[in-house]
């Protein structure tokens, strides 16, 4: 059997010559969302197309592209008109979009805006919440897909610029339905080692690509974690939730590597900066002890020091001079004092005693006026019974012995 075998660009040819001269295909109207946008430096727009089941690669050349009143972003909804072909270097076919209007904005945009705007409302984005990324930290952890462009750029670039700094990679899934979970699952495990600094990220893809970023269980985890974090998600047109709540956003996992460490270049620049200016001013100030030095060394004091010494001897004599003066001006003022004291003393004394001496003769006078020796000089006699004087006749009875007591001496008689 004779087989008839053509290459796969010449297969390539046929489709793409079929499909270029299909009539059905020279213009067709589609409509779908905005996926893995990227907006050349020339003015080209590369794109997919895509509903809930499939996918078109789209391409809009500069000519159309800058007719279009509006920014085209990942999520929103368009209608386009354009031609189907063939790129024959990949063999797929495209559409060649002419014109491109808005409509509406797809299901994944709309998330997004309603959980950012709900998680700004909480504060996660806070400013004033935020960490400062250590500008030298000791251990860097990085949370990305092990294998591909991403870790490898992370990794050299640190190597590069601060080869001192320790990384720890937790390799997890950053695509697909389980990354959410398996990125949160790593935060949580960082949480177990000593970091100064957390890399959070991926290279860049389509919404759906990047959407593990946007879930908001990532966000909580980010925010609720100690450690400072960098997010390093995508290019730099790409946004995500994570990028918000983050401490840092970097534009790109490379750039996340720069913001952790500093340039070694830099440092040792900064360092060498810093010893010039120690050694500036350590001879400035040496300069400065010198001079003041040689002031000392040629002041009048040091030359003359009996000079500090005279000063001081004159300066004693007179506050000696003064102390004596005080001290006679005091014994003084207290001697006027203590006789001026005496003779008050010596009067009152004085004063009192001859208070006093009349007042005893006054009382010495009373005491003689009632005294009843003196009634006796006068006559008058003390009738006693019993020792007990008595006043009344009726006291005494017949044949009391009774005792009467007169001037010079006392006789006893017998009432009758």
Do not use: C
């Not at 996340?256 to 810093?274: G, R």
């Not at 004693?316 to 001079?321: A, C, R, V």
Request: no cysteine.
């Amino acid at each position: 059997m004779n087989h008839n075998y053509i290459t796969v660009t010449q297969l390539t040819k046929y489709i793409k010559y079929k499909i270029d001269n299909d009539v059905n295909l020279d213009n067709v109207y589609l409509k779908g969302e905005i996926s893995n946008f990227k907006a050349h430096t020339r003015g080209h727009f590369y794109f997919t197309i895509k509903d809930e089941n499939t996918r078109i690669n789209a391409v809009m050349f500069s000519s159309a592209a800058s007719k279009i009143k509006f920014v085209p972003t990942d999520g929103m909804k368009v209608l386009v008109s354009g031609k189907i072909s063939v790129y024959e270097a990949t063999g797929g076919y495209q559409i060649y979009v002419n014109e491109m209007t808005e409509d509406g904005v797809g299901n994944l945009y709309i998330a997004f805006e309603q959980l950012k705007k709900k998680l700004e409302s909480e504060g996660l984005f806070d400013p004033t919440k935020k960490k400062k990324i250590p500008k030298i930290p000791n251990t860097i952890g990085i949370i990305t897909a092990p294998t591909g462009a991403a870790i490898k750029d992370i990794l050299s670039t640190i190597k590069r610029r601060w080869p001192l700094a320790k990384t720890i990679l937790f390799p997890s899934l950053v695509q697909g339905d389980e990354a959410a979970s398996d990125i949160v699952r790593n935060i949580n495990l960082s949480k177990e080692y000593p970091l100064d600094v957390l890399i959070i990220g991926r290279g860049g893809g389509s919404i759906e690509d990047l959407w593990p970023f946007n879930e908001e269980i990532v966000a909580r985890a980010i925010y609720d974690l100690d450690t400072p974090v960098i997010s390093a998600v995508g290019h730099e047109i790409d946004f995500t939730i994570s990028d918000f709540v983050a401490d840092l956003r970097a534009p790109t996992p490379t750039g996340a590597a720069e913001m952790a460490v500093p340039n070694m270049s830099d440092v040792t620049n900064f360092l060498k900066q810093l010893e010039l200016r120690i050694i500036t001013n350590i001879n400035n100030n040496i300069a400065i002890k010198k001079e003041l030095l040689n002031k000392l060394q040629n002041s009048f004091v040091l030359k003359n020091p009996l000079t500090i010494y005279e000063v001081k001897e004159q300066k004693f004599d007179n506050l000696y001079n003064r102390l004596l003066i005080n001290y006679k001006n005091l014994v003084n003022n207290n001697s006027n004092k203590i006789t001026l004291i005496n003779n008050n003393l010596i009067n009152s004394m004085n004063n009192l005693l001859t208070k006093n001496t009349n007042k005893y003769n006054n009382l010495l006078q009373k005491l003689e006026t009632l005294n009843p020796i003196l009634t006796l000089k006068r006559g008058y006699a003390i009738v006693k019974n019993n020792n007990k004087a008595i006043d009344s006749i009726k006291k005494i009875k017949k044949d009391d012995i009774i005792n009467i007591e007169l001037q010079d001496g006392k006789i006893d008689a017998k009432v009758i």
